[in-house]
């Protein structure tokens, strides 16, 4: 059973960081891209950055994270950051881990809560 456990949330103030961890299990973890999405309130989910498989680590960010979120993963521990600096209110969301097994359904963590806040 495939299992993604997302842990880091919180609340910070704007300009602040915060590292966001998701934990997988149940599935051969080096072989599978890797993604953070992410959903505010009233609004769909977003891509926020992804990351390739293996040892290459290509990534993508979304335009409005570039140059201040870092993803990486560790593909010994089964998991996969996200690095947020230089908060902003806007980017107040629930964040997701997700991961595409191909022939399966997307995997989808329980998300954790970033508020961004004064």
């Known amino acids: 059973q495939v299992q993604l456990v997302e842990s880091g949330g919180g609340l910070v103030q704007p300009g602040g960081s915060l590292r966001l961890s998701c934990a997988a299990s149940g599935i051969i973890f080096s072989i599978y891209p890797m993604a953070w999405y992410r959903q505010a309130p009233g609004k769909q989910r977003e891509l926020v950055a992804i990351?390739?498989?293996?040892?290459?680590?290509?990534?993508n960010y979304a335009d409005s994270v570039k140059g201040r979120f870092t993803i990486s993963r560790d593909n010994a521990k089964n998991t996969v950051y996200l690095q947020m600096n230089s908060l902003k209110p806007e980017d107040t969301a629930v964040y997701y881990c997700n991961t595409n097994v191909p022939g399966r359904p997307p995997y989808w963590g329980q998300g954790t809560q970033v508020t961004v806040s004064s």
């Open positions: 990351i390739s498989s293996g040892g290459s680590t290509k990534t």
